[in-house]
T-cell receptor, first 111, second 115 residues
Framework: DAKTTQPTSMDCAEGRAANLPCNHS???????VYWYRQIHSQGPQYIIH???NNETNEMASLIITEDRKSSTLILPHATLRDTAVYYC????????????FGKGITLSVRP | GAVVSQHPSRVICKSGTSVKIECRSL??????MFWYRQFPKKSLMLMAT?????????EQGVEKDKFLINHASLTLSTLTVTSAHPEDSSFYIC???????????FGPGTRLTVL
């Protein structure tokens, strides 16, 4: 699976959009980009995933560049409960779907 | 999203005893489940892949005789930490693959403390 790189940390103000970047320059054509987050002392929570097209659900939007070498997770209106470590993972789906967690990016939402 | 439960959420045991952790997919069938371990301030590390009706596949460096995995049904996988020692103290997390959406959903985790 392709390696992903994320900044170590970022913060944003409550109520504002949080834009979390991820680089995956070696991603292959059939690897998806998945985002999970982990709030302290809990299991990871699935957020969203995509292949080529931008995706949106009730939690977030995922913007993937046309060359697929990077993506951005957007939390449109961050709340204090969104403070967590966010993981961007590039992975093949199907029988080889092993998720490799890096260090992720720590998002701190400030009041 | 799909729901995965783990039991117990927290366990404290004496060195040398065995501890069983259950992982259940509550609203979907999961032929494949995964077990991870997370040490303080570290990221999740995959320990093994559990396939219903067959033997688990362990990652390099994970002792299969120490971490026994059983996946006897489409909704339940168990991890037994045998002869636990203090160095096995960790946060153990399972996930279940929902093939309908090609997405792994995670349980809430089990905090194991071995005295």
């Amino acid at each position: 699976d392709a390696k992903t790189t994320q900044p170590t940390s970022m913060d944003c103000a409550e109520g504002r959009a949080a834009n979390l970047p991820c680089n995956h320059s070696t991603i292959s054509g059939n690897e998806y980009v998945y985002w999970y987050r982990q709030i302290h002392s809990q299991g990871p929570q699935y957020i969203i995933h995509g292949l080529k097209n931008n995706e949106t659900n009730e939690m977030a939007s995922l913007i993937i560049t046309e060359d697929r070498k990077s993506s951005t997770l957007i939390l449109p209106h961050a709340t204090l409960r969104d403070t967590a470590v966010y993981y961007c993972i590039a992975v093949l789906t199907g029988a080889n779907s092993k998720l490799t967690f890096g260090k992720g990016i720590t998002l701190s939402v400030r009041p | 999203g799909a729901v995965v439960s783990q039991h117990p959420s927290r366990v404290i045991c004496k060195s040398g005893t065995s501890v069983k952790i259950e992982c259940r997919s509550l609203d979907f069938q999961a032929t494949t489940m995964f077990w991870y371990r997370q040490f303080p301030k570290k990221s999740l590390m995959l320990m093994a892949t559990s396939n219903e009706g067959s033997k688990a596949t362990y990652e390099q460096g994970v002792e299969k005789d120490k971490f026994l995995i059983n996946h006897a049904s489409l909704t339940l996988s168990t991890l037994t930490v045998t002869s636990a020692h203090p160095e096995d103290s960790s946060f153990y997390i399972c996930s279940a693959m929902d093939w309908r959406t090609d997405t792994q959903y995670f349980g809430p985790g089990t905090r194991l403390t071995v005295l």
